[in-house]
Each structure stands twice: as structure tokens, then as C-alpha cells.
């Protein structure tokens, strides 16, 4: 089981739509978590960070974190043709160098 | 500020053949990694290097080699290219607790 799961399905919303990604994680001692975003032929580049559960916002952009569950979200709101993309999620804990990596969701937002 | 350059952006080799990827970071990062990404597979890390000085393997470092030559400089090198080793390549680098910052990648195919 990899530590970080993402359904890799793609996902085609029309603009102006809410996108909605999620990840599930197995290492209850993660305590950061992280959204990446990679536009295509491109590295990809850190859109959010939260630290331990909570909300986090910023702009068109909310990153959930339910430790609880395990369970961690980002919801894009008022989607527009340039967050067509692929999103990646993960996570990583104090003390180690490396951060956990879901596989990635491709969102592709139709005009 | 550059960040994290590769060189090169593309390359194509012959199978059997050797190359060296270069990476360097003017962030004054202390830990650099090597991923491979493939369609489907998402990122998975080859090597990483947690500070100047020490190198570790990651999930697939079979056919890979490291050097990490400076706090800036990570190389890469492929001692006898495979077709499996067809793939995107990316170099990242990190500070402490902070997200990773990548590099635009290298396309390598083996022929």
C-alpha cells in the first residue's frame, strides 16, 4: 500500500464549475500535507501547504486536512480554462526528507 | 533567481549508452532528490541526498548512480541506458520542512 493513495481518474469540469480532488494517506504521523500543481511539460510547482488538520485558503483555492480520517482535499472554486492541469497531493512528517506522492488527478476545465 | 535548472531538457540515446543528468539549486537548499515520472506511475524517487555529503536510494534506483558534488550540484548518471529508463526526469531540492521546488524536467528517450 503506498502511503499517499489518488485516484488518477481525469476530470472534466465545465468553467465556473467547483473541482473537487482528493487523497487518502496511511501514515498517521504525516503532519504536513501538501498540493502540487503540473501543468503539462512542466515540473511541477507547490500550490499549497497546511500543517496539521484545518483549513487552509487562498484565493480560488482551499486545502483541507481531516487527520482524523486521513483524509485530505483541495476544492478549486470558479474553475477557469487555466487550472487545466494535473494536481498532486502529499505528505511528509518532522525528521524525514522525503514527502509521500499521490499519482496524480489530470483536470481538464472546457470553456 | 533561477531555482532548480536541469540540464539537459531533452536528450536520446542508444541503449548501452551512458549520460550524466545535471542538476543544480541557488536556494541554499540542504536536501536534493532525483525523481522519474511516468504515465500512470506518478513520481517515484531514484535517489536522494538528505545533505552534502550523503546520498540514499530510493524506490527504483536499479541502473541508476548519484553524485551530490556540492550543496548545489545533484547529478544523475545512467551507466548503460535501458528502454526502461524512457521516462521524464526531474530534479527537486527542499529546505527543511518547506515543500520541494522542482526543476522543468528532462525528456529521455532510449532507443
Known amino acids: 500500500q503506498k502511503e499517499v493513495e489518488q485516484d488518477p481518474g481525469p476530470l472534466s469540469v465545465p468553467e465556473g464549475a467547483i473541482v473537487s480532488l482528493n487523497c487518502t494517506y496511511s501514515?498517521?504521523?504525516?503532519?504536513?500535507f501538501m498540493w502540487y500543481r503540473q501543468y503539462s511539460r512542466k515540473g511541477p510547482e507547490l500550490l499549497m501547504y497546511t500543517y496539521s488538520s484545518g483549513n487552509k485558503e487562498d484565493g480560488r483555492f482551499t486545502a483541507q486536512v481531516d487527520k482524523s480520517s486521513k483524509y485530505i482535499s483541495l476544492f478549486i472554486r470558479d474553475s477557469q480554462p487555466s487550472d487545466s492541469a494535473t494536481y498532486l497531493c502529499a505528505s511528509g512528517r518532522s525528521g524525514n526528507n522525503r514527502l509521500a506522492f499521490g499519482k496524480g488527478n489530470q483536470v481538464v476545465v472546457i470553456p | 533567481n533561477a531555482g532548480v535548472t536541469q540540464t539537459p531538457k531533452f536528450q536520446v540515446l542508444k541503449t548501452g549508452q551512458s549520460m550524466t543528468l545535471q542538476c543544480a539549486q541557488d536556494m541554499n537548499h540542504n536536501s536534493m532528490y532525483w525523481y522519474r515520472q511516468d504515465p500512470g506511475m506518478g513520481l517515484r524517487l531514484i535517489y536522494y541526498?538528505?545533505?552534502?555529503?550523503?546520498?540514499d536510494k530510493g524506490e527504483v534506483p536499479n541502473g541508476y548512480n548519484v553524485s551530490r558534488l556540492n550543496k548545489r550540484e545533484f547529478s544523475l548518471r545512467l551507466e548503460s541506458a535501458a528502454p526502461s529508463q524512457t521516462s521524464v526526469y526531474f530534479c527537486?531540492?527542499?529546505?527543511?520542512?518547506?515543500?520541494?521546488?522542482f526543476g522543468s524536467g528532462t525528456r529521455l528517450t532510449v532507443v
Open positions: 501514515n498517521s504521523a504525516f503532519q504536513y
Open positions: 527537486a531540492s527542499r529546505r527543511t520542512a518547506d515543500g520541494y521546488t
Open positions: 541526498s538528505a545533505s552534502e555529503g550523503t546520498t
